[in-house]
């Protein structure tokens, strides 16, 4: 028997879970642990240690161990380890790899399969490199699914029959994400996302070391070059520290040699709550720009939001819980472990690619964390300067999801296209993420102004299919399957045909050009007070037909029907042939 397993990656500790039995459940590691330490260890003799192992080591020999290498994901940055350098991808696939073999060893089955989760604000760089090190670890994945999701996943599936607005509030140790959805009749739905990847409880760790480095006259670069044994310990002590102000309101951090060792009778830096607060203030103002981000896109106050979920182990720390309370009004809540409960929420996404009967009258919808645009050139006084980004599918729209966009050439007879698709929100392409290329050839000759039309189709797995072409019937497309590279080809071609479904061409319906052009006729002979009420419908109609929301046309079509009747000119196809 083989299983689908969930895995939470994470940037201090990773675990995974399985769906069983109706629910689901964690896996425990060789030592009997549900966390393992996010920490790769090479010994003298050369063998790689995962874990505890590797954490451990990591106090005396810093120089052959590496951590909190998810932050790397996506980047081709060289991690030392030893003698030898490795990228991110790779350690993460031997964090990986331990967890598989735990999960083998529990289950007594084979397990080829697995849901990943990663931040909601991974870039899709990132994402294509966790699921880059899925395959290295031997693993077909099956999802990228993210982390805030996952965790609402196990509250929606412990309660089918709620109707909330629930705020998931995700620091991890290296990451921070918040999601805001809504959960209705066993539907969950992401309505905004947004977050930070390199903020996170190890930042809060720093912050204490630099605060007693600071203490003792020193600077955390320049001790870590110099003392590196010094700052090992030093964190150790800090992280140790940091927990004990979870339950205690002081805590002691003992000061370690040079050498990384302690004397009979160590100094001590004592720290409460309060400094801990202040030192760490200026972490705080960057948690609350995400929060701010995520509400506005999905329309709410924070006073709308009926329960706040915390998820990640660092969101046990009393300046998260006393931030949140003040922000939403209210206590935040902590029903299920929150170093757990995206584990187990990666276990529920499995069982419903699996189709398990136990998760049947689950369903749940996702948005895109990014906006998906292509690089436009703008005339800027007379000038024309490229590198500029216009979005064609913005951030936190519902997946899947078909848009269009018109553009046009910018000099005479111009017989080529190159379109750059780019994942970001900054205004310069240079500040976003280039995902891809099309080259759009033989336009048609004409003067500077030819409308090319540009659609984006995009689906819960990531792929995003890319289309391009002229009034004149030039058309090219290309497939960007960065997220997709465990899926077959077979599996590509199924999800492209169903993303046809999503597709709508009003502009090419002639009853729509038909009701265009009658209206458009139909100005002319208006009293100058009717002409404006009929001509501002008619843009909007036209526009639809542009932009091929199916929602958005039926209601501008609509208005636009409205509004004729309202004049006077109820229209039917009978009429528009006689005009």
């Not at 600077?219 to 010094?230: G, I, N, R």
């Not at 080529?416 to 392409?429: H, I, K, L, N, P």
Request: charge should be negative; charged fraction near 25%; hydrophobic fraction near 40%.
């Amino acid at each position: 028997m083989s299983y689908t397993i969930g895995i939470d990656l994470g940037t201090t500790n990773s675990l995974c879970a399985v769906f069983q039995d109706g629910r689901p459940r964690l896996i425990p590691n060789s030592h009997g642990d549900f966390l393992t330490p996010s920490v790769v260890g090479v010994l003298e003799s050369g063998e790689i240690v995962v874990g505890a192992a590797a954490r451990e080591l990591r106090v005396t020999h810093p120089e052959r161990t590496a951590w909190c290498f998810k932050r790397f994901m996506g980047s081709d940055r060289p991690i030392s380890l030893g003698a030898k350098t490795y990228t991110a991808q790779e350690l993460s696939s031997l964090v990986l790899q331990s967890l598989v073999e735990d999960a083998k060893s529990e289950l007594k089955a084979s397990i080829t399969d697995a849901v990943i989760t990663v931040p909601a604000y991974f870039n899709d760089h990132q994402r294509q490199a966790t699921k880059l090190a899925g395959q290295l670890a031997g693993l077909n994945v099956r999802r990228i699914v993210n982390e805030p999701t996952a965790a609402a996943l196990v509250y929606g599936f412990h309660e089918r029959e709620a109707e909330k607005n629930l705020c998931i509030i995700d620091l991890g140790g290296g990451t921070f994400d918040v999601t805001v959805m809504e959960i209705f009749e066993g539907t969950l739905e992401i309505r905004a996302t947004a977050g930070e990847s390199q903020l996170g409880g190890e930042d809060f760790t720093d912050r204490l070391v630099s605060a007693v480095l600071i203490n003792q006259k020193m600077q955390l670069e320049l001790a870590e070059l110099k003392h590196p044994l010094h700052v090992a310990r030093l964190r150790v002590e800090s992280e140790r520290a940091k927990r004990t102000l979870t339950a205690k309101d002081t805590a002691r951090i003992r000061l370690p040699e040079l050498d990384g060792q302690f004397s009979g009778q160590p100094r001590e830096f004592k720290i409460n709550r309060e400094t801990f607060k202040k030192v760490c203030s200026k972490l705080m103002d960057r948690i609350s720009v995400p929060i701010d981000r995520a509400l506005r896109d999905a329309k709410l106050d924070p006073r709308e939001i009926d329960e706040v979920l915390l998820v990640g182990g660092a969101t046990r720390m009393p300046v998260m819980v006393d931030f949140v309370s003040s922000y939403f009004g209210k206590q935040p809540q902590m029903e299920f472990n929150p170093d757990e409960v995206v584990a187990l929420g990666a276990a529920v996404q499995a069982a419903l690619i699996e189709q398990d009967a136990a998760v049947n009258d689950v369903v749940m919808t996702d948005v895109c964390p990014f906006t998906l645009g292509v690089e436009i050139a703008k005339d800027l006084g007379g000038q024309i300067q490229d590198g500029f980004f216009q979005p064609i599918l913005h951030r936190n729209s519902t997946i899947p999801i078909s848009r269009e966009e018109v553009f046009s050439t910018i000099v005479p007879n111009q017989r080529m296209v190159e379109v750059r698709v780019f994942q970001g929100d900054a205004r310069r392409v240079t500040d976003n993420v280039e995902l891809g290329r099309l080259r759009v050839e033989n336009l048609p000759t004409g003067p500077a102004g030819m409308p090319i039309r540009i659609r984006f189709t995009y689906d819960l797995n990531g792929i995003l299919e890319v289309e391009a072409y002229t009034d004149g019937g030039c058309k090219q497309r290309t497939v960007l399957t960065n997220h997709v590279q465990g899926l077959s080809q077979e599996q590509i071609q199924a999800a492209l045909q169903r993303l046809q479904k999503l597709k709508l061409y009003p502009r090419e319906d002639l009853n729509n050009q038909r009701l265009a052009r009658y209206s458009e006729r139909l100005i002319g002979e208006l009293h100058p007070s009717q002409r404006q009420q009929l001509d501002l419908a008619l843009d909007f109609f036209e526009g639809a037909m542009n932009e091929g929301d199916p929602q958005q046309f039926e209601s501008a079509k609509q208005a636009l029907l409205m509004t004729l009747s309202a004049l006077g000119f109820p229209y039917d196809e009978h009429s528009a042939d006689e005009q």
